[in-house]
């Protein structure tokens, strides 16, 4: 198992580099922006850089699972890796785990990041408690959703296609956040979303030839 | 542990429509070399691919080692040695880099005889796959099919590229691999005299049916082609069962017969042709006659 | 020893085997007694599935051309005592046939015939009757 989640890092090390770089940028912008922060002035800046940021993120992440999957494809290294001593169960869920972690090192710094920001600048910004844990958590899952969106459409398409498709969905789902707030309603959307998305991914993989 | 460790039953393939495999039946018995032969888009890649449950069947079912084929485990695959058409390796990987894949994803490793193998076909390890010959491809699939100990081997055409050394130096590895106890392999080539070398027993599909299945030595002395005059013009139709082809030109027919014996010699005396000789059939001979198309009539 | 085995030829691969055997003790590079190899071992020195090299020495066995000594491997026979007349004389007939056969659809005659034969037979330095 270690071997397979080796070799997919070692693949697509470029977005884990990626992932890195952006969490690290993330946090010295947030930092100098609070720095900066006056309650006058409208959070422009703050809203003019976030946009074009969400929408790489959203991007990335969604490139990365459609990457796995089409190299698999076009490289033929299922194909050779199903021969071997493993299961394509387990091929699959080395490549799923590899996309989490992706997804861990870009949220995770960002996330105690901005939890200790807050802690220092707060109370200019209200805040109740456990608001953090929810918000990170819905913006895993999402994160998380447009993985799937890849990891699904990769295996017959390029990397470009599926990343259009979940920029699109995420048009959907941020006013929802916003009409809806953080609540439990968005995680049991998402949650079933991804639920769904993966259970055909699975069914593909399991059955496709290789 | 049943004694045949491959299993096949009325498979049945369609591509797109197009019926690729029409209800084989195939048997291969533990210590046996089976040799599949076949034309090019005969379905021997196919059936080596859902035995290997890397193709999904159209009807039928196939098994290894106990196993059906869309339910194998990783550890039976780790018993299973394949060499694919083509030699199916990662290509932008180098080459050392891909050893140390396979050998990570193994459960038992042979690190002396890969080794061994790796000097003997002087392979690199720094080089990418795409770089490497063909032959040399073929070497390192070879190799890495062999370092884990299989017990049952399935080569699809495996000398693809090798150069005469190389070639024998493969039959001879399999000489060796047979003659340890309880292995198995199943190799599809298209040079019949390495087939004829190490194969037990061979089959041969054409149009979708495997025509052929029975040991090699028997198959000389089962399939005859004789050479028939008749006094007369000949017989449109012998009312002899098991003709693999049959060609008229005036007196003469050239009959080729599987299964020839006393009675369909009794039946052919009945026409009272002038005289029978039997025209010899090397097994490059026997290939093409069973997989011409239907036989024609040819009249002058 | 040196096997060649011919794949444009309609003999099976066992038999092939065996009549270069029978040829090699005809022309005396094998000598009574002597060991042949293992099946073991010449399958792996000529690239010969172990099976058919295993029938070709069964069937050898079986016309008495070589004995098999437990433990001990494969043997040319002493071939003066071993097969009985009608055997042997069943096996050449047979043989003989054969000749006949291709001869008269070559349309030799018998007289031709009987010299090439004699020919063979002087080469093969056949004793002229059992002594």
């Known amino acids: 198992m270690f071997a397979l989640i080796k ?37 422009v800046f703050s809203i003019g850089l976030g946009i074009p940021a969400v929408t790489i993120v959203i991007f990335g992440i969604c490139a990365m699972g459609a990457t796995q999957m089409y190299l698999d494809k076009t490289r033929k290294i299922s194909a050779l890796l199903s021969t071997l001593a493993v299961s394509r169960s387990r091929i699959l869920l080395a490549r799923i785990i590899t996309g989490i972690l992706a997804i861990l090192i870009l949220l995770v710094p960002q996330t105690i990041a901005s939890g200790i920001l807050l802690r220092i600048f707060t109370p200019p910004i209200p805040m109740f408690p456990g608001m953090v844990f929810e918000i990170s958590l819905v913006v895993f899952l999402m994160a998380f959703a447009c993985y799937c969106i890849g990891l699904q459409a990769g295996w017959n398409s390029n990397p470009l296609t599926p990343s259009l498709g979940a920029l699109f969905l995420t048009c959907i789902f941020i006013p929802l956040i916003l009409i809806k707030g953080f609540g439990v309603h968005i995680v049991v959307i998402l949650v079933l979303f991804i639920a769904a998305s993966l259970i055909r991914t699975w069914r593909t993989f399991m059955t496709t030839s290789l | 542990m049943d004694e045949n460790v491959i299993k096949v039953e009325n498979l049945v393939k369609y591509f797109e429509g197009r019926c690729v495999l029409d209800g084989i039946n195939l048997n291969v018995p533990r210590g046996c070399i089976y040799g599949l032969l076949g034309r090019n888009g005969s379905g021997k890649t196919t059936i080596i691919r859902i035995l290997l449950g890397l193709e999904p069947p159209t009807r039928g079912r196939t098994f290894l080692l106990d196993a059906e084929s869309t339910e194998l485990s990783a550890r039976l695959h780790s018993r299973i040695g394949y060499v694919a058409e083509g030699h199916n390796l990662i290509q932008s990987y180098r080459v050392g880099r891909l050893i140390k894949l396979c050998k990570d994803l193994s459960l038992q490793w042979n690190d002396e005889f890969f080794n061994h193998l790796m000097e003997t076909f002087r392979l690199p390890t720094d080089r990418r796959v795409k770089e490497l010959s063909i032959g040399m491809r073929a070497q390192l699939n070879l190799a890495l099919a062999m370092a884990i100990d299989p017990e049952l081997l399935i080569f699809d055409d495996p000398t693809l590229g090798l150069d005469t050394v190389a070639r024998r130096q493969f039959l001879e590895l399999a000489i060796d691999l047979i003659q340890q106890q309880g292995r198995t392999i199943l190799f599809c080539s298209h040079i019949l005299s390495d087939v004829e070398r190490i194969a037990d027993r061979i089959g041969i599909l054409a149009a979708g049916k495997l025509v052929v299945d029975c040991p090699l030595e028997e198959l000389k002395e089962r399939i005859k082609k004789l050479r028939i005059i008749f006094p007369e013009s000949a017989p449109p139709n012998l009312y002899l069962t098991e003709i693999i082809n049959q060609q008229i030109q005036g007196r003469e027919m050239v009959i080729t017969v599987a299964n020839w014996n006393k009675q369909k010699q009794t039946i052919l005396e009945t026409f009272k042709p002038s005289s029978c000789t039997e025209i010899p059939m090397s097994l490059e001979d026997m290939f093409i006659e069973c997989t011409k198309p239907n036989p024609k009539y040819i009249e002058s | 020893m040196q096997f060649r085995i011919d794949n444009a030829s309609d003999r099976p691969v066992y038999r092939q085997i065996m009549d270069q055997i029978k040829r090699d003790i005809a022309l005396g590079r094998l000598i009574k007694n002597e060991k042949l190899p293992t099946v073991r071992q010449l399958a792996g020195q000529i690239a010969i599935n172990p099976n058919t090299i295993a029938k070709a020495y069964r069937q050898l066995e079986q016309e008495g051309i070589i004995v098999t000594k437990a433990g001990a491997g494969a043997f040319v026979a002493n071939l003066d005592s071993n097969l009985s007349r009608s055997v042997r004389k069943k096996l050449i007939s047979e043989e003989l046939e054969r000749i006949a056969v291709e001869a008269f659809h070559m349309q030799i005659d018998s007289q031709t015939l009987l010299e090439w034969f004699n020919n063979a037979v002087v080469k093969f330095n056949l004793p002229s009757k059992k002594g």
Not at chain 1, 18 to 42: C, E, N, R, T, W
Request: aromatic share 14%; hydrophobic share 50%.
């Open chain 1, 7 to 43: 070799r997919e890092i070692q693949d697509h090390i470029v977005y884990f580099i990626g992932a890195a770089v952006f969490s690290a940028v993330f946090i010295i912008m947030s930092i100098s922006l609070i720095h900066q922060y006056d309650p006058k002035v409208p959070p």
